[in-house]
């Protein structure tokens, strides 16, 4: 059983992250893309599915978060662990239990990585989702990356969702897109949202150009 994708219009394009996939969530400065991961784990837990979250800092206004949100008991089941790291190199030891693994900052949590490494490492996480059945989200800051290493991700990706912004006539336009999904889908279209800091609203009816 996947996890759901609870954002109402998001739903009918992409219903569910299919169970032993590894995805990447880019976004710049904007907050919704952490919102999104957040709301992914919340799904996951309501799923009975274990989470684990790897981040570079906040961890207790992170787990206050999630305990809030979703009205969990932060030491009941199914677990929920957080950890805090200033890099990685390796990340098996944290998808060991299956259910989801989601690194935020993970394009800054492997900035010292050479390419070769960073390519060996995101290798590692596809056979770490076969093997223990797990769901990995990596939640990248556009830019951040050298080139050959988001060539990389995107490349072993099994779905990219970007989050963009720009200046319109009317202020700041935001929208997303989905470049690549499962099995080969494509879905060439900005779709446009609205993030407030609390509630994350999808318009399909609402052109972007």
């Given at each position: 059983?996947?996890?759901?994708?609870?954002?109402?219009?998001?739903?009918?394009?992409?219903?569910?992250?299919?169970?032993?996939?590894?995805?990447?969530?880019?976004?710049?400065?904007?907050?919704?893309?952490?919102?999104?991961?957040?709301?992914?784990?919340?799904?996951?837990?309501?799923?009975?599915?274990?989470?684990?979250?790897?981040?570079?800092?906040?961890?207790?206004?992170?787990?206050?978060?999630?305990?809030?949100?979703?009205?969990?008991?932060?030491?009941?089941?199914?677990?929920?662990?957080?950890?805090?790291?200033?890099?990685?190199?390796n990340l098996g030891e944290f998808g060991a239990n299956g259910g989801l693994l989601a690194v935020?900052?993970?394009?800054?949590?492997?900035?010292?990585?050479?390419?070769?490494?960073?390519?060996?490492?995101?290798?590692?996480?596809?056979?770490?989702?076969?093997?223990?059945?797990?769901?990995?989200?990596?939640?990248?800051?556009?830019?951040?990356?050298?080139?050959?290493?988001?060539?990389?991700?995107?490349?072993?990706?099994?779905?990219?969702?970007?989050?963009?912004?720009k200046e319109g006539p009317e202020g700041i336009v935001r929208y997303l897109r989905i470049p690549?999904?499962?099995?080969?889908?494509?879905?060439?279209?900005?779709?446009?949202y609205e993030f407030d800091g609390k509630r994350l609203a999808i318009d399909l009816r609402r052109?972007?150009?």
């Amino acid at each position: 059983m996947g996890i759901p994708v609870e954002v109402p219009g998001l739903d009918t394009i992409i219903p569910e992250l299919a169970d032993a996939r590894l995805v990447v969530i880019e976004s710049g400065a904007d907050g919704a893309k952490s919102f999104f991961v957040r709301k992914l784990a919340l799904a996951a837990l309501r799923q009975e599915h274990p989470v684990t979250f790897v981040i570079s800092r906040d961890r207790e206004e992170l787990q206050q978060l999630l305990v809030t949100e979703g009205k969990l008991d932060p030491w009941g089941e199914p677990k929920l662990e957080i950890f805090e790291r200033d890099a990685l190199d390796n990340l098996g030891e944290f998808g060991a239990n299956g259910g989801l693994l989601a690194v935020d900052s993970f394009s800054f949590l492997t900035l010292e990585l050479p390419g070769p490494s960073f390519a060996a490492l995101v290798r590692r996480l596809r056979a770490l989702c076969h093997e223990k059945r797990t769901t990995i989200v990596l939640a990248t800051d556009r830019g951040m990356f050298e080139a050959q290493s988001e060539a990389v991700a995107m490349h072993l990706a099994d779905g990219v969702i970007q989050f963009h912004s720009k200046e319109g006539p009317e202020g700041i336009v935001r929208y997303l897109r989905i470049p690549k999904w499962m099995d080969g889908k494509f879905i060439d279209r900005n779709i446009y949202y609205e993030f407030d800091g609390k509630r994350l609203a999808i318009d399909l009816r609402r052109r972007v150009l």
